[in-house]
Nanobody, 123 residues
Framework: QVQLVESGGGSVQAGGSLRLSCTAS????????LGWFRQAPGKEREQVARLDWSSGAPVYPKSLVDRFTISRDKAKNTVYLQMNGLKPEDTAMYYC????????????????WGKGTQVTVSS
């Protein structure tokens, strides 16, 4: 079992920055993927970023690669999401997720989820 706890959400003005943190506990193994999804009201959940826990190699959707950066601190079992140049359309609940299956991640069904942290960007 894996437990994920997010922090760092909040309200910012457009153009601002936030850094989200996700601390994992339990059975985190090197074959896992950790990262972030988000869901805005009335919209489908979308993938934001993930990384390979072993190598730290990040993957982003093309629409976010220039503004978001995912990283990890293995010693702290923590994943970070640095978000710069925030836009009102980035407003959403951001969820940390973990999965040992890449396929599960790609279909939006990782095995483990945090409770989420709200990010609100005002214009």
């Amino acid at each position: 079992q894996v437990q994920l706890v997010e922090s760092g959400g909040g309200s910012v003005q457009a153009g601002g920055s936030l850094r989200l943190s996700c601390t994992a506990s339990g059975s985190i193994t090197n074959d896992m993927f950790l990262g972030w999804f988000r869901q805005a009201p009335g919209k489908e959940r979308e993938q934001v970023a993930r990384l390979d826990w072993s190598s730290g190699a990040p993957v982003y959707p093309k629409s976010l690669v220039d503004r978001f950066t995912i990283s990890r601190d293995k010693a702290k079992n923590t994943v970070y999401l640095q978000m710069n140049g925030l836009k009102p359309e980035d407003t959403a609940m951001y969820y940390c997720a973990a999965s040992a299956s890449l396929n599960s991640w790609l279909i939006g069904q990782p095995s483990y989820w945090g409770k989420g942290t709200q990010v609100t960007v005002s214009s």
